[in-house]
């Protein structure tokens, strides 16, 4: 089982930017699918970002494309979320969740592992 502890949430203005980090633990980083998802309140949770293992490649969701970039650095096994011009609308709580395989579902229901979350609030 993988651990994840996710950081980088706090209060920002509408036009800002936050990067989320997310670190693992457990298993080595290389060894399975890393993804971004957040929840607004009663809201579902819904995909942000992932990166497979297997090639590198990272996808953002196309509501998010241009705005939001996962990245990694497997030497410190941490995966990023790097989020510019936040609107009040991005406000939630960001988790990071694995999977032991390359593929990105976007459905939470396929990912087993999950972090505490990081609350992200953005101020008009």
């Known amino acids: 089982q993988v651990q994840l502890v996710e950081s980088g949430g706090g209060s920002v203005q509408a036009g800002g930017s936050l990067r989320l980090s997310c670190v693992a633990s457990?298993?080595?980083?290389?060894?399975?699918?890393i993804a971004w998802f957040r929840q607004a309140p009663g809201a579902d949770r819904e995909f942000v970002a992932g990166?497979?293992?297997?090639?590198?490649?990272?996808t953002e969701a196309d509501s998010w494309k241009g705005r939001f970039a996962i990245y990694r650095d497997d030497g410190k096994s941490t995966e990023f979320l790097q989020m510019k011009t936040l609107n009040p609308e991005d406000a939630a709580v960001y988790y990071c969740?694995?999977?032991?395989?390359?593929?990105?579902?976007?459905?939470?229901?396929?990912?087993?592992?999950w972090g505490q979350g990081t609350q992200v609030i953005v101020a008009s």
């Open positions: 969740a694995a999977r032991q395989d390359s593929t990105l579902y976007t459905k939470p229901r396929h990912w087993s592992s």
């Open positions: 457990g298993r080595p980083f290389n060894s399975f699918a």
């Open positions: 990166i497979s293992f297997i090639s590198g490649d990272a």
